[in-house]
């Protein structure tokens, strides 16, 4: 089942970059604007601006760096990992050159960062049952945990979203489904984000 979920999300997410380019729009986003404000909400996992690796899982062109770069991280090291070969291709033409970073499509075994940070990853069920989708998101936190050595942020479109806005192929999650969730199986220090203007909440987990 992953496999087959894992497929037609890398080809909506192929075909918006090659439409789009690398805009908010080429990774499904409304704007600048929209990006700035989730990755503001899932920074507040990294406890120092500096001297930290961060892994950003599903990471598109590479925007979440860029945000990094222009707020003051320092001395960081970023990995982007994306299951999209175009996304990452856009992300080395962008940011390749820096030496802080690396790209992949498929992560070492055994790998792991300070962070993780999954921006968005958890939205496009596309044809997939909300149960199966909901079993292949935990399984993904699960993923997402082993990764992270000092804990994960990560967001998803909530519930509470107003009922004429909702699309059938996009998931919207219990906020306080995965809050328990996180607090019973990954960290006592768990903080739920639900306070920002977008239709959407933050989990970070702290380790």
């Not at 700035?36 to 590479?62: A, M, P, T």
């Not at 707020?71 to 080395?92: C, R, V």
């Not at 699960?142 to 479109?157: D, H, P």
Request: aromatic letters at 18%; a neutral charge.
């Amino acid at each position: 089942m992953n496999d087959k979920i894992l497929n037609e999300v890398n080809s909506y997410y192929s075909e918006k970059i090659r439409k789009n380019g690398a805009t908010p729009e080429g990774v499904d986003w409304n704007s600048v604007e929209s990006q700035e404000l989730r990755f503001e909400q899932l920074s507040d996992i990294i406890k120092q601006k500096e001297n930290f690796s961060v892994l950003d899982y599903g990471c598109g062109f590479g925007a979440m760096y860029n945000y990094f770069k222009k707020n003051d991280f320092k001395n960081f090291k970023y990995i982007g990992f994306d299951i999209s070969q175009e996304m990452i291709q856009e992300a080395q033409k962008l940011y390749g050159n820096n030496t802080n970073t690396k790209w992949y499509t498929v992560l070492p075994k055994n790998y792991t960062a300070d962070y993780v940070i999954a921006s968005g990853i958890f939205n496009v069920k596309l044809e997939t049952s909300n149960e199966d989708w909901k079993n292949y998101m935990l399984s993904t936190l699960q993923q997402i945990n082993k990764f992270s050595t000092k804990g994960f942020s990560f967001n998803v479109l909530t519930k509470y979203s107003d009922k004429e806005f909702m699309k059938e192929y996009l998931y919207y999650a219990d906020p306080l489904f995965l809050f328990d969730y996180c607090k019973t199986n990954f960290s006592k220090y768990v903080t739920l984000k639900h306070g920002y203007p977008l239709y959407e909440f933050t989990l970070v987990v702290k380790k």
